[in-house]
Nanobody
Framework: QVQLVESGGGLVQAGGSLRLSCAAS????????MGWFRQAPGKEREFVAA????????GYADSVKGRFTLSRDNAKNTVYLQMNSLKSEDTVVYSC?????????????????WGQGTQVTVSS
């Protein structure tokens, strides 16, 4: 079992930055790939970014590529999503997820453990 707790969400002006954190506890974090997803009301959850267990490989949705950076610190059991140049369309709930395999995936169904989510609001 893995417990995930997100933090760092909030209100920011368009063009600003936020850093989301996802702290994991429970089973061996270092062997899990991690991902961030987001979901707007009435819409399906969509992929944002993901990182392999060692942090060597990362993947990003086209909508955030070049603006968001995902990293992990396995010593702290934490992943970080640095979000720059935020836009109003980035306003949604962001959730981190853990996959019980070392290779990341962009599919929601490939992730087993989920955090409760953190709200990001970008004002224009």
């Amino acid at each position: 079992q893995v417990q995930l707790v997100e933090s760092g969400g909030g209100l920011v002006q368009a063009g600003g930055s936020l850093r989301l954190s996802c702290a994991a506890s429970g089973r061996t974090f270092t062997t899990y790939a991690m991902g961030w997803f987001r979901q707007a009301p009435g819409k399906e959850r969509e992929f944002v970014a993901a990182i392999s267990w060692g942090g060597i490989s990362t993947g990003y949705a086209d909508s955030v590529k070049g603006r968001f950076t995902l990293s992990r610190d396995n010593a702290k059991n934490t992943v970080y999503l640095q979000m720059n140049s935020l836009k109003s369309e980035d306003t949604v709930v962001y959730s981190c997820a853990a996959r019980s395999l070392p290779i990341f995936s962009v599919r929601v169904s490939d992730y087993v453990y989920w955090g409760q989510g953190t709200q990001v609001t970008v004002s224009s």
